[in-house]
Structures are given as C-alpha cells and as structure tokens.
C-alpha cells in the first residue's frame, strides 16, 4: 500500500491548474485507489474534464461525516520555483509541488488513512463520505456547486464537515497551537463599471470614466475598516492570551497582531471586513477618453456582517459606479463550543501532547460555503504538525510549496483516531 507521502506525490504530478486541463487524471487516480480498497466510488463531471470522485464509507453511525478537498490548483510558473512544481519531489523531508499544502497533501492524508483501515478490516465510528472536489479555487461552479445542486442525495445524512484551512501547528514556546475552523468570512467578488461620455483625450473631459473610477477605488483601498470582534474570534484572542500569558490588547489588535507574529496571524486577517481592488480594464488608446471603465474588487466579510459591508461598499463607490456580483457566498459558521469541535481538539491532543487546541476563522473561504447551503457545519480541519521555520500562510499560492513527509503521517495518524 503506498505511503501518504507516495499519494501526495502522485496527485501534485497531475498538472490540474486551474484554469487549465481539468481534473479528470488526478480524479480517475483517486477513483482507482478508492476502488481497488473495495470501495464504490461515483465519478461525475460536471463540464468535460471537470471531474469529482464521492465515495461513502459505512459506519457505525449513519450519522455521516464529510471529508472534503479540491484536486485543483493554482497556477505555478517553473521558473519561480527551487524545484519543478509539478515534480512531487520529495526533498529534505518535505513533498515539494503546488498544491502540496492546497490541498493535494490533505487530500494524501485522506486517502491513505482510509485506505489503512479498509485494508485492516476498522469500521468507521460513523457513516463516512469522501468528496475529492474539481474548481475550488475559481468559483466551485464545476464543483462544490455542482455536487450539491446535482448529487445532493451523495450527501443524505451528512450533519458536520471537514476541510482544509485549520488543524495546522503553530509553535507558541512550550505549546503547538492547532487553530481549527470553525467560520469563515463571506466572498463578495464585484465587478465595478463607471460610465462616462467619451471624447478626444486632448480636450477637458466631460465625464471622464477613468478619473471616476480611480477616485472611486482610491477610497475602497485607503478605507479603515472598523474592528468587529465575532464571538469565535473573541474565543480565540481569549485563548491566545491565556497561552502565551500575556494579555492581547484589543484596542490595539493590528500593533497586537504584529508583536505575536504567527500567533497574530490567527486573528490578523478576521477582526474586519476587507476590500481589495485587483484588476482594472480601461481605454483603448493614449488620446480618447473612453465611456467606460471597469474594475475588479474582492471583498470579504465576517459571519453577519454582510448588510454593513455593502452598504459601506456602496457609500465608497458613490453614485456613478454600478457594481456587480462575480461571487457572492454567505460566510458559515459552525457551532462553538460543541461535542464535535471537542472531538477534533481530542483527537490532536492525543497525538501531540503539547497541542492546544483553540477556535479560528478563516479569512478567505473554501467549498464549505456550498455544503453549508445544504445544510452541513463545516470545521477546518487538515491536521498538520509543522516544522517552526515553514510560513504555512505563505505556502498558499506561494513558490515552492512543500509539506513536511513527517507532517502528513501526523495529520494520517490524527484522522485515524477522528473516526475509528
């Protein structure tokens, strides 16, 4: 049976960029690794090469659990990297490739933990499902999306959900903190168009689209948005405080957030709402003031703030700019304290002595935005123990992705104990 490292290095050399070629290959691996454990896995598209692989485990609870993740990556450009990114290469004890951290290595760790159990004959302590995702990092419109839309009934009987973006260490002194997931802020993608009258770009303008639109984005970048504490992020900044005994100052959470470093990036990104203008389309040529120009603007908010964000945002583009949603998805949140958010904390803790667990909200979003539409509570949790010296954070999306080899057999040996 392969090792989760051979599994992690397997998926990352299936190039499934996206946009690109799709996810059909790394999918039909994981179908076969599934299937040749005995199980039945159900293989769909929802576009040609958009491929996602669901398969149920019973248990002996048919109250299910979902374990999902996204065989999809972000672009990589070789000539950025150590390493081929595409390579799997496993150097210096970490699985080098994009997609290493997101997600293929959670991915591994799912595959071969429940690969392990099948082939020593443990049943789940509950009904199990596994969803190996297409399109996460667009919009999930070929795959969260489509799964929950199109096979909802894969999914009958499922209460909670686990996922990336949370379980992960960050060392603290004596103690590894595990942040897990219990939110996430909402995704409000806008397309912003500002209309104008064209003219000759030699004459004063009369409406000038352009000039409209950077005042208008000038305003969305420079805003401060106020701090709102959520009750999980006020749960965790309590936490924190305890850890490191010293007290977090919370008329000071940006001066505060920088003196705890990786501790402060727990909170850092989730005490507001943000904005931030990422693309701009405008004219044709040097001399003609043009009649429109547009912009891109991603835009998150906290759980329950999604009514002052927009009013906010509309305050800041004024009158003249008309916006238009490219994503718009609710920011879910699961519930805390619970039996179950104690049953991940348990397992990490039986692991990692030093492990202290504590409540997160992620800054970004992932596919639990389209499971929480039908009703699942999703918690962040790919359990990873980390070497102190690797930026997590900053192997999302970044040049030479790696996991540490030790790291996935951790999360392996985690999972077991989640649901055998």
Request: net charge negative.
């Amino acid at each position: 049976m392969k090792s989760v490292a051979e599994i992690c290095s397997d998926l990352i050399r299936f190039d499934t960029t996206n946009p690109g070629s799709g996810e059909r290959p790394a999918a039909e691996y994981v179908a076969t690794l599934l299937a040749d454990a005995g199980l039945e896995p159900v293989v769909f598209e929802s576009a040609p090469k958009r491929t996602t692989v669901v398969a149920r485990i019973a248990g002996d609870s048919p109250d299910a659990l979902l374990i999902h993740g996204h065989l999809d990556v972000v672009p990589a450009d070789p000539a950025e990297w150590r390493m081929h990114p595409f390579s799997g290469e496993i150097v210096d004890g970490c699985v080098y490739g994009r997609g290493a951290v997101d997600m293929k290595g959670s991915c591994a760790m799912t595959l071969a933990t429940v690969l392990d159990l099948a082939a020593r004959g443990v049943r789940p302590k509950r009904d199990l499902v596994l969803a190996f995702l297409a399109d996460e990092e667009a919009t999930g419109d070929f795959g969260s999306r489509h799964a929950v839309t199109e096979h909802r009934e894969l999914f009958d009987g499922v209460t909670e959900a686990i996922s990336e973006s949370g379980g992960f260490s960050v060392a603290s002194g004596e103690h590894r903190v595990y942040p897990i997931a219990v939110g996430e802020r909402g995704t409000a993608w806008m397309t912003l168009t500002a209309h104008g009258v064209a003219g000759h770009g030699s004459r004063p303008a009369v409406d000038n689209p352009v000039a409209t639109l950077a005042h208008a984005l000038s305003r969305v970048a420079s805003h401060q948005w106020p701090v709102r504490l959520t009750p999980p992020v006020a749960a965790l900044i309590e936490h924190l405080s305890e850890i490191t005994g010293q007290r977090i100052d919370l008329d000071r959470l940006d001066e505060e957030a920088a003196r705890l470093g990786p501790l402060g990036s727990l909170f850092k990104g989730q005490i507001r709402n943000s904005a931030n203008p990422t693309m701009l389309d405008a004219g044709y040529k040097v001399n003609v003031v043009p009649s429109t120009a547009g912009a891109h603007v991603d835009g998150r908010y906290l759980p329950g703030l999604r009514e002052e964000f927009l009013e906010t945002i509309d305050a800041l583009l004024g009158p003249k700019i008309t916006r238009e949603f490219v994503n718009l998805e609710d920011a879910p949140a699961a519930p805390y304290p619970s039996v179950f958010f104690d049953e991940l904390a348990g397992s990490l803790m039986a692991e990692d002595p030093l492990a202290r667990p504590v409540p997160y909200v992620m800054a970004g979003g992932t596919d639990a935005k389209s499971f929480a539409r039908i009703g699942i509570k999703g918690y962040g949790f790919a359990p990873l123990m980390l070497r102190p010296d690797l930026d997590y954070f900053g192997m999302f999306h970044g040049k030479d992705e790696r996991v540490p080899v030790e790291g996935l057999e951790f999360g392996t040996r985690v999972l077991a104990r989640l649901i055998a």
